[in-house]
């Protein structure tokens, strides 16, 4: 009998908490598809850099699977307050406090071990999408094969004995031990008691608006403050964190007494809460709001959290694209000390290597000249290790702009040309660049250009390269000596390794490390280099979008899960409606306003939070490369991204509450 039940109410509540349940298969499924990632040979040979995504990935899902246990032990504790009366029944009729704990601990396993099999299945699909989408972003070649791994599969089931385990045991102590009365009447508390006045909550509602707007001040203060007041960058990171979590902490509190800002300003305009439908939706919003206003205040700060990671998820795409683009243009680079280049013949000796295993179709060998003049350093901005202006003949540009296929560029006898960012060409709009003066002639600036050209890797400069006339370049000394060269075959991704240790086994490099007797200070192949570059960004906007995408489903099943619930006690409201004359398109009508002010008031704040920590955050890591423009594409991407997942679940609500209430 006893186990009909369980199996009866197992089946039961799945059906009603389909939405909640759904979530957390979707969540699991996510987790093992990201740990069959890391730990697949497959990826990891794409580039030496990927071995990190382990760590990072490992690392994040601590904090998933914490987000993802309280939401666990929300919904069963949820649960158990629905069926509180229920198991109030059980005991009156003589059933031991024992069995009743063991009745819905083993509903609750039960449906944990469903859904973690399920997420077996789930995810080993998900994989193969992760698996083509950095297998194809590295340029290499996807073919579908089924994968798992040990691995993974022990992670994965660690992480769910660990969520539903915590949950079940706090859960099963608590009805071990409670006694009737305390069961018959627990679905009538309130998730927070307010013993507050509403006076002082409204106070206090003010006073953390207040407070979060100054936190955000300080925020913006710690960005600008290393470098600009003495001593003051050892202190600026424990104003960037704590100013942040001011601002998180804020978030939570106004939320927390967002109920009595509403029913105090809103509520008691007579005029304005009679208009139309207002006092009917905003009534309703602030009764819920008052009972779940903890877990709002928790939702918002999930919502923060994930809007800001899937924002810098996009642009860190975007960052890591620009960057690989202006680190190396050619397949093969090099430079460092002519003399001693060509003393131990390393340019022959890499040319015939080269030309034996891949073919070379452009080389080419020139001079960087050193410009002392800061002029533009200082107004490009940029944080280089060259604080002087690289220079490169005209001629010499000619050859190498021509071979990577680019429109020429005319140049004047007393003109230059500037290569730099898109960043610094969206600031030369607004601001005029500088002239040079060279020899005691004036150079103005002749055209200015972002094409990629290896002016961000310190073979052509650390963030712009100028372009001279040769005369005028020639009458400065020489930096360096470059050497670059095109090849027929594509090298291979991990040959830059190969090539770096035959150069020092060639003398290329000192042994004692010392910077100044190397023959060679700088060599990059391209695959490499974007390789490198593509497993960076790999690890951060994946590890991103996987914290972000959890997190969203998390906080939307929550307000899904809520909304439902209540469906059948708000049943009567409608039926009021109905009796005062309200036809079905009017009620329709309600339901989906009373959604769209629901789902609406948990991103309210977090929405322009996240813009505006992430703009900051910006400015702090990815301010050379990113454009105002890139950063509102971003900006538009990532929002779009994440309210394609929150309008499933508002839609999905909506239907089932409409459902519920007016049937």
Sequence with gaps: MQNKIFLKNARYWAKDYAIYLLTIVFSISLIYSFNLLVFSEDIQRLSNGMNVLTGVIIFLSFAIVWVLGWLIHYMAKFMMKKRSREFGMYMLLGVPNKTIASLFAGEQALIGSVGFLLSLVIGSLLYQVLAMMVICFFGASYHLKLAFSWEAFGLTLLYTVCMYGSAI????SYLKNAEIHELLYLDREGEEEVRQERKGSLLAFFFYLFLGICGCFVFVYSVYLEGEVPYSGEYSGWYFLGS??????????????????????VLSKGDF???KDRLFLLRGLTAKLNTIGKTLGILALLLTITLTAMQMGVLFEKFFQAQADNIISFDVAMSGNKEKIEEQQLEEKLEQRLQKQYGITFGHSYPIY???????YTYTGLDGYLEFTPVMAYGDFQLLWKALGYEELSLGKQEYLLLTSEKIQERSRREEVPALEIQGETYQLKELSSRPFSTGSGLHGTGFLVVLPDEAAETFPVYHTCYVFETKKEIPANEGMELSQWLSENGAYDVSGDYRKNAVDEFMVASDTRASQNSVFVTFAFSLFYVGLIFACCAAAILAVQQLSDGVSYKHRYEILSYLGADEGKMQGLVLKQMIFYFFIPVAIPIPVSIFL???INQVLLADLITVKAFCMAIAISIGLFFLVYFIYFLATYLGYRKRVLE
């Design 169 to 172: 045991l706090r859960l099963r």
């Design 244 to 265: 942040m979590a001011v601002i998180l902490l804020c978030i939570y509190k106004i939320y927390t007494h967002m109920t009595y800002f509403l029913t105090r300003t």
């Design 273 to 275: 809460k009679y208009g």
């Design 370 to 376: 050193q410009n002392p003049d800061d002029t533009l």
């Design 614 to 616: 992430a703009s900051q």
